[in-house]
């Protein structure tokens, strides 16, 4: 029998609460014609311009491989463009990509807005502060 009490089980709500935004985070890009991984993508290079495929890997939570995939799908959407000027590619949106992430920015926003929608500022920073810890303390080894 399962030790696990489904009623009280933080990380099992946890997912759920994941699963939830996920779909509703599906929803919202579809009008967009963006995937969450590839929305996450453009995102980080809006902030931090000249990423390789690993960094941007690591910052989607996908593979190397995937993000491959995802970036030869944004260049040919001509989202993003690649400078292979080095040993790695580096990659940068491109003034279509700029323009298309602010409606999908918007959008994002709003999902999330309405995910908060029960708590007040003070809760939003706990819950923020308490996310925080919990992914520190599984990331220490």
Same mark, same amino acid.
């Given at each position: 029998?399962?030790?696990?009490?489904?009623?009280?089980? !933080?990380? &099992?709500?946890?997912?759920?609460?994941?699963?939830?935004? #996920?779909?509703?985070?599906?929803?919202?890009?579809? *009008?967009?014609?963006?995937? !969450?991984?590839? &929305?996450?993508?453009?995102?980080?290079?809006?902030? #931090?311009?000249?990423?390789?495929?690993?960094?941007?890997?690591?910052?989607?939570? !996908?593979?190397?491989?995937?993000?491959? %995939?995802?970036?030869?799908?944004?260049?040919?959407?001509?989202?993003?463009?690649?400078?292979?000027?080095?040993?790695?590619? #580096?990659?940068?949106?491109?003034?279509?990509?700029?323009?298309?992430?602010?409606?999908?920015?918007?959008?994002?926003?709003?999902? %999330?807005?309405?995910?908060?929608?029960?708590?007040?500022?003070? %809760?939003?920073? #706990?819950? &923020?502060?308490?996310?925080?810890?919990?992914? *520190?303390?599984?990331? %220490?080894?």
């Amino acid at each position: 029998m399962s030790q696990v009490d489904l009623d009280t089980a !933080v990380g &099992y709500v946890l997912r759920r609460a994941t699963v939830a935004l #996920r779909a509703a985070m599906d929803a919202a890009l579809r *009008e967009h014609d963006l995937t !969450v991984s590839q &929305y996450s993508c453009l995102e980080q290079l809006a902030h #931090r311009p000249g990423l390789t495929n690993t960094e941007l890997a690591r910052g989607t939570f !996908v593979s190397r491989q995937a993000m491959h %995939q995802l970036l030869a799908t944004l260049k040919s959407t001509d989202l993003v463009q690649g400078d292979e000027g080095g040993r790695h590619e #580096r990659f940068t949106l491109t003034d279509d990509g700029a323009r298309h992430l602010t409606g999908a920015s918007k959008a994002v926003a709003a999902v %999330q807005e309405r995910m908060l929608t029960p708590f007040d500022a003070e %809760q939003r920073r #706990r819950l &923020y502060a308490d996310l925080v810890a919990c992914a *520190e303390a599984l990331s %220490q080894q």
